[in-house]
RNA sequence: CGGGGCAUAGCGCAGCCUGGUAGCGCAUCUGGUUUGGGACCAGAGGGUCGCAAGUUCGAAUCUUGCUGCCCCGACCA
């Protein structure tokens, strides 16, 4: 992408009302903008890290066995009767009412809807395990959303759901979530730690929500520190398989919230030199919740003696668009933004120092389509701006790699190629830049 | 939902107390000089001062109501 044509507005001073690190350097970068109390717009290189997001959480949504589906963000009022949440949920729960007077809501969530796709066509225990889900626009109305994207009244989520026959068969299931999700945030390069959760309003007796450590997380966690150094389940980890050495490994440590945690036991548990006290970022929950939605809305189906059971389920959140804030917390400096490979928006910013100069011009234009060709996403500073705006626009941005054609260097014919993570540069050659880059983002 | 604050050009702000028809920096546009870490000079454009009533000869400024937004706390992917 040619930045001249692309629509990238950066602000050089921060607009006052964002008070974290993440939601500024959104704005600042270009890739938000609010259009209400925790409404935004996403803007085009915004739009592209959420859409990475996506792609990974698809990814390991699939390895792990999930199907994909798209249900409405609009609802009828009457599903959410037969479960009993239509009153329950109170104030947060956005109701509409449509031209004939029928009563909507923007979902805020999706049990009831997949329980009642489920029990429309699903009839027999053969058809179990069955696991769907879908990334979707939900709405809640926050008392008080703040902190830009991490907090919205509207944001991503993807929801998963399990139906089983049994609790045994849905532990399984959870378990395959819950190691899903510990793939899904390291390959973002997030280390998100599971830690023992109440169920809230959604019900059941088996949850862990997800926790990402960051100073400027909402709420207070306690953990092992051995936490940060765990490895994750590869690539090859067999989701037919017992996960349950897996997920035994990843909760035997001490790991709360602040809601739950139990001071005695966590110093009891934790030598003292590795117990963590410090602020974390939800990104996720999983909840089994046994027959709590399949009583009441009849999602039943036939067992091998022919008697009828209600299904075991449980549901699955990641917050996409919130792992955007959790992932710029994570990663930046004092310039701006740092992004892993895997959700940068573009892999690398070619700046060419003196567009209209012969040299510039025709080494930039040449690396430009050669990384294109080789399969790397490449925004290109074809602009006429000075030298430091540029590189200060490419800090900010946060592309992994940046490499500047410039006349002072190209007199010897090389280029200068910076690693944004560590700050290290080296002059190459325009061949070996682009070997060296191949070899880094792609395979 | 309790407490506090703000609303004036795209962004950041001053002006309000003590009413006289709007200003600064950045950004934008034009010309020139510059050009390896957010340049300089000259000129230009851009605002029904959040909305609505009221007081007044006259309201950004005083009064009342409304709306929007932000911050602190209790709640949530």
Redesign the pocket.
């Known amino acids: 992408m040619r930045l001249s044509r692309y629509f990238l507005p950066?602000?050089?001073?921060t607009?006052?009302?964002a008070?974290i690190v993440s939601h500024r350097l959104m704005l600042r970068a270009g890739m938000i903008r609010?259009q209400?109390?925790?409404i935004y717009s996403w803007l085009p290189l915004g739009l592209k890290v959420l859409r990475k997001i996506e792609r990974i959480v698809e990814e390991e949504q699939a390895r792990a066995g999930a199907i994909q589906l798209l249900m409405p963000t609009i609802q009828s009022a009457d599903l959410w009767r037969e479960s009993g949440r239509y009153d329950a949920y109170g104030k947060e729960m956005l109701r509409i009412t449509d031209r004939h007077e029928r009563e909507m809501l923007y979902g805020p969530t999706n049990e009831e809807m997949i329980t009642e796709i489920f029990r429309s066509y699903v009839r027999s225990y053969k058809d179990l395990p069955l696991n769907l889900y879908h990334i979707q626009w939900k709405f809640?109305d926050?008392?008080?959303?703040?902190?830009g994207i991490m907090?919205?009244r509207e944001?991503l989520?993807k929801d998963a759901y399990s139906f089983d026959l049994d609790k045994e068969r849905a532990v399984e299931a959870y378990n395959r979530m819950f190691v899903a999700y510990l793939r899904t945030y390291k390959r973002m390069g997030l280390t998100a730690i599971p830690m023992r959760a109440e169920t809230?309003p959604i019900g059941g007796d088996l949850s862990h929500?997800f926790i990402v450590l960051a100073d400027t997380g909402?709420?207070e966690v306690y953990c092992h520190a051995d936490y940060l150094g765990k490895e994750t389940p590869g690539e090859d980890v067999d989701f037919n398989g017992d996960l349950t050495p897996i997920v035994s490994d990843w909760t035997s440590l001490y790991a709360a919230t602040e809601d739950i945690v139990d001071k005695a036991e966590f110093e009891a548990s934790v030598p003292e030199d590795k117990r963590i006290v410090a602020r974390g970022i939800?990104?996720?929950?999983t909840f089994y919740f046994g027959t709590k939605y399949s009583e009441p809305l009849g999602a039943k189906v036939a067992t091998s003696d022919g008697t009828e059971v209600a299904v075991h389920m449980g549901s699955y959140?990641?917050?996409v668009?919130?792992l955007l804030g959790a992932l710029i917390e994570a990663n930046h400096d004092e310039?701006g933004i740092i992004w892993p490979k895997s959700v940068a928006p573009f892999h690398v910013g070619l700046v060419n120092?003196?567009p209209g100069d012969d040299l510039t011009d025709s080494v930039s234009e040449d690396l430009y389509g050669k990384l294109e060709s080789a399969g790397i996403e490449v925004l290109y500073d074809d602009t006429d701006t000075?030298?430091?705006?540029k590189?200060?626009?490419m800090?900010?941005i946060g592309l992994p790699f940046q490499v500047?054609a410039?006349?002072?260097?190209?007199k010897d014919g090389l280029l200068?190629v910076?690693d944004r993570a560590t700050g290290e540069k080296e002059m190459l050659s325009p061949e070996a830049t682009l070997n060296k880059l191949t070899a880094a983002l792609t395979g």
């Open positions: 950066i602000l050089k001073e607009p006052k009302e008070e609010q209400s109390a925790g809640r926050e008392v008080r959303p703040r902190f907090r919205g944001f989520m809230g929500e909402e709420s939800e990104v996720g929950q959140g990641v917050g668009s919130r310039n120092l003196k000075r030298a430091g705006a590189f200060a626009t800090d900010l500047v410039g006349p002072r260097g190209l200068e910076k």
